[in-house]
Each structure stands twice: as C-alpha cells, then as structure tokens.
C-alpha cells in the first residue's frame, strides 16, 4: 500500500513537473504523428537554441524517426509517445524520414526540419 | 582517398574488352589465396519487385523479369547459378496477396535454365512479416553455401523493418567465418548496402558496421546487393561492395535530389536502367562483372 502510494506520488510529480514545463519557460512540446505514409506536420520548424520535446506516436504500426544530419532517432511503437528532446545548435533545414518499413509508400515517407537563427 | 571506385581505374584492372565493366577484388593478391583458382560465373538479378503496378515508371512491369530470364537462358556460356538479391516481389499489406506474388515470382524464375538458385529477401518481400511468407516459400533468409571454393554468404539484413541484421545473426555470421582461412575468397551476398550509403534514403544497414568488422580480417571479401536499383561501386577498407541494377525501375543517383522517387519511363529509351549481371571469377579472389541491360544481351 505504502509502495502504491510513493509510486502514486511520484507520477503525480512528473506530471505536475511536466505541466510546469509546458507554462513555465520547459521545453516546447512539439507532437507528431507518424501515419502512412505521412509525418502530421511534415515540416517542423524551430529556433536555434530552443530546447523543445519532440512527441511521436503511430497509430496504426510502428514506425521511425529519423534525421541524419542531426542525429535524431526514435522508434515509434503504436499506444506509446516517443519522446525526443532536442536543442538544435544550427541553423538550417535537416531531411527526417520514417526508418522503419511500414508499407507501400514507406519510400516516400519524409520531411523537414527547418531550424532559423 | 575516395571510398568509391573510379570507373577508370575498374577498366585498367579489368584489362579486358567491351561489356565487362569491370574487376573487383585482389587482382594482384590471387596468388597468395589458398583455395586453388577454379573460374566460374554465376548471374545476378535483383529487386524485380513482382506485383509493382506504376505504369508511369514501368509499362511493362508484367514483362520484364520474364524478360530477363529469357535474357540469362540466351547467354553464351550457362552460369553456375543465378542469385536474387531481394525484394523479389512488392510489399503488400495483405499476407495471401503477397504469398500469390511469391508463387507467381517462382513460376516465372522456375523457367530459368541453370541448375540452382538462391534467394534472399528484400524489405518488400520480408519486413512486413518478419520474414514469414519468404520462408514459407523460399527458405531460410541468411544462410551459406560454398561453390567451386568460393565460400558464399547470404545475409539477411531486412526482414527486421528497422533494417538491423541483429545479435542473433551476427553470432551465427562470427561462427560461420570461423571456419574459414583469413585469405579464402568470401562473398557476401544481401540486400541493402552494409554502409551508410545515404541514411536520408534509408539506403543503410543500421548494424552493417558490425557486419564489416567481421569481415575485416579477411583478405578476399566482396560484397553483391540490391536495394538502390542501379549500379553503384565502393570500397569500405579493402573490402568491395557492389550494387546492381533493378528489374523493375532505376533510381536517382545516391543523395542527388531531394526525394528517391523513381526514374521514370522513356519511351524512346524502354528498359533504360534496368538488366542483371554477370559475375566471373577470375583467379582465386577476382571477380569481372558484366553488366546485361535488359533488350541488349
């Protein structure tokens, strides 16, 4: 019981924690959902600096996330969020593309990631 | 010094005439190998991708690899065998439609004149089954089999979606290579490039480098793939990797745009991109390759 409680007690933390983050100056919680053959939104665009939380889910098989040049992977398994976090310290505009086959259109599943300065 | 071959330097290895596009291995090093030279050929086609319907990059997709059989069965001298590098049929999400792609497949391959063949998978025929069906109807995606004292290498690096060839088969790779001298002549056969090729077009293994480094202290290892739908030569170490051309469609050059979209058909050129190849060995631990472009063999 006393175990239930501390367990109890420490989510509600994170949450109250991850609440704060979202008003308080954290990082921007950017979500993104992984579709096929499709990344909503496909392009995402942040600021040089700017600590943000990439969130991915998939609901309908698994799929990846990945951008080379900016060495960002995520696996993204259907009834979880994937969390990325991510400060870019360059400007520029960085290909993503889903890593894991998904089906027929797969090849085609991509976009970007446009830091300004 | 560039990874990637200079098609010059190929030709003045080569030393032979038109239509051989070039050697690869340890020309200068046959004599230290310690299996003795026995030469053969052997063809390989890949990526037919059977049940493709884009009348856009291909018109005749329901002709071509009937096309290239007939093409293989014509030539000259009859290989060994005949090696399918992968994504034998398109991807489908529908398990009966992609066993009645394989069967199909076969039927069209079973008239191939050459006494035996070896398949391996590709991401369409396999990762979106984990490999089930191609066993079904194939057998096993990684395997070994040794031919006139070259030792062969099958290895499956797709039927994990995430293109991993993973512990399990690596362990298997490490104990195969074990029985072997460190100079017998090695190939590797599989489907995606085992280097990071253009990860931005996911033409990459994630766990190749691991691959790699197996193969690494063994003098004579040259590498056959799919995947990229077109010729492609590189060197990772001494070690050659060489991409062959697609039965189905070409794609752009590595990186060279910003999507990997198909190159699309030419009338005034049909089958332009696509056709097999010849792979002879020469000497213990050399290999020409000759490349066939479908209507031209």
Redesign the interface.
């Known amino acids: 019981m006393q175990r239930r409680l501390l367990l109890a007690g420490f989510a509600a933390t994170l949450l109250a924690a991850a609440a704060r983050a979202a008003t308080d100056g954290g990082p921007r919680r950017i979500p993104v959902v992984a579709r096929k053959f499709v990344f909503i939104p496909n392009e995402i665009a942040v600021r040089k600096g700017e600590s943000v939380l990439l969130e991915f889910s998939a609901p309908e098989v698994a799929m990846g996330f990945f951008a080379p040049e900016l060495g960002l992977r995520a696996l993204i398994v259907p009834g979880e969020v994937a969390r990325l976090p991510f400060t870019a310290d360059k400007a520029g505009r960085f290909d993503f593309l889903c890593d894991v086959f998904c089906g027929d259109g797969h090849e085609g599943m991509s976009g970007h990631l446009v830091v300004t300065a | 010094m560039p990874a990637d071959f200079d098609r010059r330097d190929f030709l003045r290895l080569a030393g032979v005439g038109a239509g051989v596009v070039f050697a690869s291995g340890l020309a200068g090093c046959a004599a230290r190998a310690a299996v003795p030279s026995t030469d053969f050929h052997f063809v390989q086609l890949s990526d037919s991708h059977w049940g493709f319907d884009g009348p856009a990059v291909n018109p005749e997709a329901a002709t071509t690899l009937a096309r290239a059989v007939a093409e293989v069965n014509a030539l000259p001298s009859p290989p060994d065998f005949v090696v399918f590098t992968g994504d034998l049929t398109?991807?489908?999400?529908d398990p009966r439609e992609r066993r009645r792609r394989m069967r199909e497949f076969k039927a069209i391959v079973a008239d191939l004149r050459v006494r035996d063949l070896h398949f391996l998978a590709g991401?369409h025929d396999a990762?979106?089954d984990r490999g089930e069906a191609f066993r079904e109807l194939f057998g096993p995606t990684h395997y070994s089999f040794d031919h006139r004292g070259v030792h062969f290498i099958a290895l499956d690096n797709?039927s994990d979606?995430?293109?991993r060839v993973g512990e399990e088969q690596l362990a298997w790779l490490a104990k195969d290579l074990a029985t072997l001298d460190k100079d017998a002549p090695v190939v590797v056969l599989t489907h995606r490039p085992l280097f990071d090729l253009a990860?931005?077009?996911?033409w990459a293994t994630?766990d190749g480098d691991q691959v790699v480094a197996q193969l690494m202290p063994h003098a004579n290892v040259t590498v056959f793939y799919g995947h990229i739908h077109q010729e492609h030569h590189h060197r990772t170490g001494h070690i050659a990797h060489h991409a062959a051309t697609s039965l189905i469609f070409p794609l752009p050059a590595p990186g060279s745009q910003?999507?990997?979209?198909p190159v699309r058909w030419d009338a005034a050129q049909p089958f332009r991109g696509l056709g097999f190849r010849e792979v002879e060995r020469q000497g213990a631990a050399a290999f020409a390759i000759r490349q066939y472009p479908i209507g031209e063999a």
């Open positions: 398109h991807t489908t999400d991401e990762s979106l797709v979606p995430a293109a990860p931005q077009w996911d994630r910003p999507k990997r979209d």
